[in-house]
């Protein structure tokens, strides 16, 4: 597990984790995550595969991603639509609550 430096961090703090640890975390096999990075669910920090750091965000993402799959059969074409849709509620939430 990786912390950034101070610099490299938002107002929380972000752990970044390999591929292994995220399939650990996750209870998944790395050949689904390697499924997701090339469908753009994921988007790890860096260029090969040994050296892919994810954020707390993709580990958040990848649970959903499971969930979305095993319990109710979406392929990886329909979890990207649902995950973009969350991330567009969040959004319109966050946008939302700075306005009232």
């Not at 490299?8 to 209870?27: G, K, N, Y």
């Not at 639509?81 to 969040?90: A, K, M, P, T």
Request: hydrophobic share 40%; charged share 30%.
């Amino acid at each position: 597990m990786v912390i950034l430096p101070e610099d490299q961090q938002s107002a929380e703090i972000m752990e970044m984790v390999s591929l292994d640890e995220l399939c650990r975390m996750c209870r998944v096999q790395s050949h689904w995550i390697i499924e997701l990075v090339a469908e753009g669910i994921l988007e790890p920090e860096g260029n090969e595969k040994s050296t892919w750091l994810f954020t707390t965000k993709c580990i958040s993402r990848t649970r959903i991603a499971w969930r979305l799959k095993e319990d109710l059969g979406v392929n990886e074409a329909g979890i990207a639509i649902v995950l973009e849709l969350l991330d567009e509620r969040e959004s319109l939430q966050h946008r939302w609550s700075r306005t009232d």
